[in-house]
């Protein structure tokens, strides 16, 4: 890798030939071998400050000249504040902000013009006793930190991905033994810890995190990406997002760039939408997932009952299931003609949890076998 001076020097040479947003200038000096190509996302930010500080230095040599005077970097002028002889100066710390919404918006798209989306449609054989699964890692909290020093376990995104990787994996070796027609792949329920810059979730309840908010949104695309093409060489796969409370809008987001990304395969589909509640009927089988931050328990039956269109009333024998999460623990209960339960996390315990005493219960990713005339007929469950 070349010096810094020699990058920088290139990086205006490019800038002043017309390319001018930063991220594709990262990305010449990439194509040139001035860095590494996994180099781009981190130096992206560099670049920025260095257009911005020319920029400053050229519309406002007084302003210039005063941070010189004050060792206060002109390309820091942000936040915080000092008062000089001619100027008073907002600066901010050594504080990153990571990309605007723009540029991951840019990046997103990139991705799906540079990926070929040569999904050739998988044909299935006939089964001889089908039966559908449900595969739910249920509050993943990718960005969640937790020190084994305080809380006796580490929970980092390393640990996040490589759990979802090995229940999914665990699961189906465990459904082995069924003839798998279909499977309905659950995501949301905070696959992402945080939602905000500030390292917040959705409603500003500050959290203990790992990662920026932004590679952190990328590790879990990629992780869905990953498992997905996993789980459509098994069945056709149906893609069920519940929007939650620690990640409300870039939840939604992340659904919505994974929906894009297989528009053109023709062995998964999708209900994305930011609707609370999801339904979906198999044979005799009706089933809901939902985070389970919002409506009560008592309530989801009426719910079910008002709000599908698959719902059978009278004398029918269908068999009717709700699946909950957010509360990282087994419920189970049976109401009146509908069979509701909560499902475990793999997500480790952070500071806050440990301190007031929500934890202990067992870490897994769980799965459901359905029987198109019989419901529910089995619980598969990996642990860690």
Not at 141 to 155: D, W
Not at 228 to 255: C, E, R, T, W
């Amino acid at each position: 890798m070349k010096s810094n001076q020699i990058i920088k020097d290139r990086a205006f040479d490019i800038h002043d030939s017309g390319t001018t947003r930063p991220t594709d200038v990262a990305r010449k000096l990439a194509a040139e071998g001035y860095i590494e190509q996994e180099d781009v996302r981190t130096i992206r930010r560099n670049i920025s400050n260095w257009f911005k500080s020319r920029y400053v230095s050229e519309t406002n040599p007084g302003l210039a000249n005063e941070c010189d005077v004050a060792g206060i970097p002109l390309d820091s002028v942000k936040h915080g504040w000092y008062k000089g002889k001619h100027w008073s100066i907002a600066f901010k710390a050594d504080q990153e902000e990571g990309p605007t919404f723009e540029d991951m918006l840019k990046d997103h798209m990139e991705d799906v013009k540079n990926h070929t989306f040569r999904y050739e449609k998988i044909k299935r054989e006939p089964l001889n006793r089908p039966h559908l699964l449900v595969i739910d890692p249920a509050d993943v909290h990718i960005g969640k930190l937790a020190s084994s020093f305080e809380t006796g376990e580490e929970y980092n995104n390393q640990v996040a991905v490589q759990r979802v990787r090995e229940g999914v994996d665990g699961i189906l070796q465990k459904a082995q033994a069924f003839d798998i027609e279909k499977i309905i792949f659950v995501a949301g329920n905070d696959i992402l810890h945080v939602d905000t810059p500030r390292r917040t979730t959705t409603s500003g309840t500050p959290q203990d995190t790992d990662g920026m908010w932004y590679d952190n949104f990328l590790l879990a695309k990629k992780l869905y990406i990953e498992v997905i093409d996993k789980l459509m060489q098994v069945a056709d796969v149906h893609f069920m997002y519940n929007p939650s409370n620690h990640d409300y809008v870039h939840g939604f987001f992340l659904a919505d760039a994974i929906s894009n990304w297989y528009r053109d395969c023709e062995n998964i589909t999708f209900d994305v939408s930011i609707a609370h509640r999801k339904y979906y009927a198999y044979g005799k089988n009706l089933i809901c997932t939902t985070h389970g931050d919002g409506a009560k328990w008592n309530d989801l039956t009426k719910l079910m009952a008002s709000e599908s269109d698959a719902w059978e009333g009278g004398q029918s024998k269908q068999r009717r299931y709700v699946y909950t999460h957010h509360v990282h623990h087994k419920i189970v209960k049976d109401d009146i003609g509908v069979t509701i339960e909560s499902l475990r996390s793999p997500s480790g315990t952070d500071a806050w949890h440990h301190r007031n005493g929500y934890q202990h219960a067992p870490k897994a990713v769980e799965g459901f076998i359905h029987d198109k005339l019989h419901g529910q007929v089995a619980r598969l469950s990996h642990l860690f």
